[in-house]
Structure formats: C-alpha cells, structure tokens
C-alpha cells in the first residue's frame, strides 16, 4: 500500500500524533488488529469491510479500503506474513490468500455501482522495496485504460507457462502466463513465482499482478503477470482514480 493512503490510516486509527508524519512499516498490521479485535469480541469489524478468522482448514483474512480511495481495496492474511517472499506462501495458504483476493474484486465494482466490470479490477502484490508495509496485502482497484486495450490486444498469445508479455503495462515489461478459469480456484501465484524465468528467483525483487481474460477469450481466466526490479511494483497497472469506470481517458 503507498504512503498517502497509509498516513490516513493512522489518522482514523488515532495513533499516537507523533507516528503520523512518518508511519512505521506495521501500520497495515496495526489495523488489521482492529479489525480482528472487533470481530472477535463484537462481531464487528471496523476498520475493515471484512473479517474472516478462518479455521483449522482455511486461514483467516481480512479486507479493508484504503481510506479516501473508494475503489482502492486491500486483501491480508489474518496471521503475520510480511510478504510475497513468505515461504509459508508457496503452500495451501498462498492459495487461499489468492482466493480470498478474487471473491474480494466485487467491493471495487460494487463501489463504482455498476459502472466497472469485474474483468477491469485487477490484483497486485509488491516486491520488499515496492511496498511501503511489512503485513502482506493484495491491492485490487481498476486497472488503467492502456493496461485493458494491451490485455485486449495481446493476451490471447499468452499461454500456460512464462513468456514475455508482448508490449511493456505501466512502462515495465513483464512476463505473463494464463491461468484458466477451471484451475484458478486451486492455483497459487506466490509458487507460480518461482519458476519465473530470470537468473535467480530473488522473491524479494519480485512483483505480480493478475487481470481477468477478456470477454470474447476462448479460455477465459486469468493472467498472471510478473517482473524483477529492485523496488517492483506492480501496483502501477493499476488506476486508483479508475478512469475506466468514469469515461476520462488514461495512461
């Protein structure tokens, strides 16, 4: 999650004055102890949209909106896992955060009232250096214009193992493969990451994103999309002013 969006957590949290101006790296972490806390004793679960505490067969997760960015919504793991880099993520719980991040997409459409849809939300998960909080979080929000008409345009050659994505999203070239819609259910994209071509599988240089297929794809599902870089992020695909759903134009 950036800076910005965090600042303003702290403020309805109200966090001691002095950690307002420089938010410490576990202000998400912070928050989503709220949230659990609430659920917990009030079956509440302010701040956040949603809290589930799972159980012994599904790890917890909770979803919260960053504060004034309407359709900027993010997924953590109820438990502490600091991010993508996690080897507890290459198991079940990777894919199970994964999952909880595709029943999530409805709280961005939902909160442009019909005017988004679901195939323009995508999900994002920065690298170490790309992230400004330590707690895992899958970012959803609108996609950008320019990152819709390239899917459109060129996902149809993307297949089920890594190649380079045709054309750079948001000015950085990833690698992409497709993930159908039948498999996505039991799909882990934190292992998926490991096999990304490169010279190392330095997990902590590492960002994704994943974007629906299309309407009209004849294997509908999605993309997972990935790049290194020291400070990746794959947020960038995203458009939290979401352009899309209000007719402007976009990068």
């Known amino acids: 999650m950036r800076r910005a969006p965090i600042a303003a957590l702290v403020v309805t949290l109200a966090l001691p004055a002095a950690a307002a101006p420089d938010p410490s790296r576990d202000v998400l972490w912070a928050a989503l102890k709220t949230c659990v806390l609430a659920k917990r004793i009030a079956d509440r679960t302010f701040p956040c949209l949603s809290v589930d505490l799972g159980d012994k067969d599904r790890p917890g997760s909770a979803v919260l909106r960053a504060p004034g960015e309407p359709t900027h919504i ?5 438990d502490t896992t600091p991010g993508l880099e996690a080897p507890v993520l290459r198991g079940p719980r990777g894919a199970a955060y994964w999952r909880a991040a595709l ?23 920065n690298s170490a250096r790309g992230r400004s909080q330590d707690q895992l979080h899958i970012h959803l929000d609108c996609l950008k214009p320019s990152v819709l008409a390239a899917v459109k345009a060129h996902g149809r050659q993307i297949r089920g193992t890594w ?89």
């Open 74 to 78: 993010v997924v953590m793991p109820t």
């Open 103 to 125: 029943a999530a997409r409805p709280f961005v459409s939902d909160a442009l009232k019909g005017r988004l849809p679901l195939e323009a939300v995508g999900l994002a998960v």
């Open 163 to 251: 190649t380079r994505f045709p054309v750079p999203l948001a000015g950085d070239r990833f690698h992409a493969m497709r993930v159908p819609e039948a498999e996505a259910a039991r799909f882990n994209p934190f292992a998926a990451l490991r096999t990304l071509p490169g010279p190392r599988p330095d997990l902590h240089r590492t960002s994704f994103a994943a974007v629906a297929t299309p309407p009209g794809d004849p294997e509908p599902g999605f993309l997972l999309l990935a790049y290194r870089a020291p400070s990746a992020s794959a947020e960038d695909v995203m458009d939290h002013s979401c352009a899309v759903a209000l007719g402007r134009g976009g990068a």
